[in-house]
């Protein structure tokens, strides 16, 4: 079983940044594969980024790329995603993912093994 527990969420104005972090226990941390999600409100939850095992091989949804970066550090058992040029429309709810040892294209359908609670992102305009 493996808990996650997300931080690093905020109020950040329009261009900002904001890195999020998720920290994983129980289970071993580097045979999953991670993810990112997010929910805005009123909205579907929908794929943000995902990282293997190793961090070798990250995937990101349209409107992540070349603002949004995931990254992992097997050893403090921790992913996170960094993200830059914030905009209104990123304001969600972002939730880590964790699935078994899968290419990180797979987290495309919206399934995990485990979830965290999420924590809150607003981006001000």
């Known amino acids: 079983q493996v808990q996650l527990v997300e931080s690093g969420g905020g109020l950040v104005q329009t261009g900002g940044s904001l890195r999020v972090s998720c920290t994983a226990s129980?289970?071993?941390?580097?045979?999953?594969?991670m993810g990112w999600f997010r929910q805005a409100p009123g909205k579907e939850r929908e794929f943000v980024s995902s990282i293997n095992w190793s961090g070798g091989r990250t995937y990101y949804a349209e409107f992540a790329k070349d603002r949004f970066t995931i990254s992992r550090d097997n050893a403090k058992k921790t992913v996170n995603l960094q993200m830059n040029s914030l905009k209104p429309e990123d304001t969600a709810v972002y939730y880590c993912a964790a699935k078994g040892d899968v290419p990180p294209e797979s987290f495309q359908i919206g399934t995990a093994d485990y979830w965290g609670q999420g924590t809150q992102v607003t981006v001000s305009s």
């Open positions: 129980g289970g071993t941390f580097r045979t999953y594969a």
